[in-house]
């Protein structure tokens, strides 16, 4: 009896498997499944693109604050001199920040949403 | 992976999942959905890809069957494509119907509860633990449904015979 069960169970998913492999596929369907992975790639790229701008403006605006900011201070501690104040420095900081936090909500409503529930593995 | 051989991959399989899509959700809108955001999920997912193309098949089922469960679960009633239009969506012309059209169509004659055990059994490749927590139900319930599958569909095989 479990035997018999066994290859029913076997049988049944042999011929399931091959009656889903056999399946046609609509070709105006097909040509739409197509162009939405042309969209997507398109739209992946874009992204990077745009990624890559927006990492090196902040990296630049990073390097320009560090560079107002920390040598002065270095130069007054080389000649033991008063740390001089400069403006510029504190006013980069909220630049910054305001495109950074922008560019992170971007990134993170933009493009896909990858739903926790589905298991890739 | 890229575009060319995303979609070269994706050509390959996307008969069979539609099916796969169309016997779980048994509309052939909603299988449509299912394969649609598959494919979107896939394609922004396939960096977690390990194995390579040949992984890619089973792969990309388990997706579908994974986002075919969330609209059954999203959707509790699901107005069912009228049968006969069912069976011509998902009848392939000139295919050898001593196995794979006849199963089809047994399974098709079962009531609702036991044809979705079946179908994520057998096509879906789901373990019965797992049909019981995506369908809410005990596994003594995915059991009993599948023995009695079973029982069925060996008397509409031996009077088949």
């Not at chain 2, 299912?34 to 890809?49: D, V």
């Not at chain 2, 019965?128 to 059991?143: F, Q, Y």
Request: with cysteine.
């Amino acid at each position: 009896m479990g035997s018999e069960s066994q290859d029913l169970e076997l049988w049944l998913e042999d011929s399931m498997q091959r009656w889903a492999e056999q399946g046609q596929f609509p070709r105006d369907k097909s040509i739409q499944l197509e162009r939405m992975v042309a969209r997507m790639a398109h739209q992946e790229k874009r992204r990077r693109k745009i990624r890559a701008v927006f990492s090196f403006v902040a990296t630049f605006i990073a390097c320009i604050w560090l560079l107002f900011t920390n040598c002065p201070v270095a130069a007054a501690n080389y000649f033991s001199g008063p740390t001089p104040a400069y403006p510029l420095s504190l006013s980069i900081l909220p630049v910054l920040i305001s495109l950074a936090v922008p560019f992170i909500v971007w990134e993170k409503s933009a493009g896909h949403k990858i739903n926790d529930e589905v298991r890739y593995e | 992976m890229g575009e060319e051989e995303f979609i070269k991959l994706l050509h390959a399989e996307e008969g069979k999942l539609y099916r796969i899509a169309l016997a779980i959700l048994c509309n052939e809108q909603d299988a449509w959905d299912a394969l649609q955001q598959a494919t979107e999920r896939a394609w922004y997912g396939r960096g977690t890809l390990r194995g390579g193309d040949k992984a890619f098949p089973a792969w990309i089922k388990k997706i579908l069957v994974n986002q075919s469960l969330n609209i059954l679960r999203s959707k509790k009633r699901i107005t069912p494509t009228d049968p006969q239009e069912m069976w011509d969506l998902l009848d392939s012309p000139g295919e050898d119907i001593t196995d794979m059209g006849l199963i089809w169509e047994f399974v098709m004659k079962l009531g609702a509860e036991h044809r979705k055990v079946v179908v994520l059994r057998y096509l879906g490749g789901l373990s019965l633990k797992e049909i019981a927590s995506e369908l809410g139900i005990s596994l003594g319930t995915v059991k009993s449904r599948l023995n009695t599958a079973h029982s069925r569909l060996r008397e509409k095989i031996s009077d088949n015979h």
